[in-house]
């Protein structure tokens, strides 16, 4: 490469890291590598957790879009209020009862062995109405919309 262009790239090269150009290039390629993860595999989990809540499926790469875990809620215990958003929820109750608290509707009371469906964009919230630890696994999905 001749003396004269190789200043000329060299100050463009510069020029574009200080403009940040060179950043936006890196950041627009790197979803590309994404669509190279592995595809989801089958798995098994054990139900332990030592705390009241905790992650089973984390999402995308590990599943195609679902999430899961096992929730532990002592005696008058809630999770809080949340909404599912764009996905739906469902929850599978394995021990204990309780009241699935939907915005705006009266509460829904459960027993183990149960479950509860939560459709999408819904603000809710679990609670253990019972004398003993409710646990229950949730799973969250993304919604097709009609």
């Known amino acids: 490469m001749k003396k004269e262009h190789k200043k000329t790239r060299e100050a463009g090269l510069d020029w574009l890291s200080r403009s940040g150009l060179v950043m936006a290039v890196f950041s627009i390629s790197i979803p590309c590598l994404s669509s190279q993860t592995a595809p989801p595999h089958a798995l098994t989990l ?6 009241g809540d905790c992650s089973l499926l984390h999402g995308a790469p590990q599943t195609a879009g679902m999430r899961s875990g096992f929730v532990r809620l002592k005696p008058g215990d809630s999770v809080g ?12 109750i394995l021990h204990g009862q309780g009241d699935a608290l939907i915005d705006g509707e009266p509460g829904r009371s459960f027993t ?22 409710l646990e229950y696994v949730y799973v969250v999905a993304p919604a097709k919309t009609p």
């Open 46 to 51: 054990p139900l332990n957790c030592a705390s």
């Open 81 to 92: 209020w949340h909404t599912t958003g764009q996905n739906e929820e469902s929850l599978v």
């Open 112 to 133: 183990a062995p149960g479950f509860v469906y939560i459709p999408p964009a819904t603000r809710h919230n679990v609670k253990n109405t019972g004398g003993e630890v």
